[in-house]
């Protein structure tokens, strides 16, 4: 499970760098905004699944 979010979170990160690069206008901020919007649900499931290590 944790690899597909570490997988997910890599291809929205690269997809929304090279959004802005290929396309403008509307498109780019559509495209950017849902590749940021997975890249912080992605982020937040894996917080949510680390490994608790207590002291």
Request: no cysteine; hydrophobic share 60%.
């Amino acid at each position: 499970m944790k690899a597909l979010l570490w997988l997910v979170l890599a291809v929205a990160a690269v997809v929304n760098v090279a959004s802005s690069f290929a396309f403008g206008g509307i498109q780019q901020i559509i495209i950017s905004a849902i590749t940021g919007l997975t890249a912080i649900a992605t982020a937040t499931a894996l917080y949510l699944n680390r490994d608790r290590r207590t002291a």
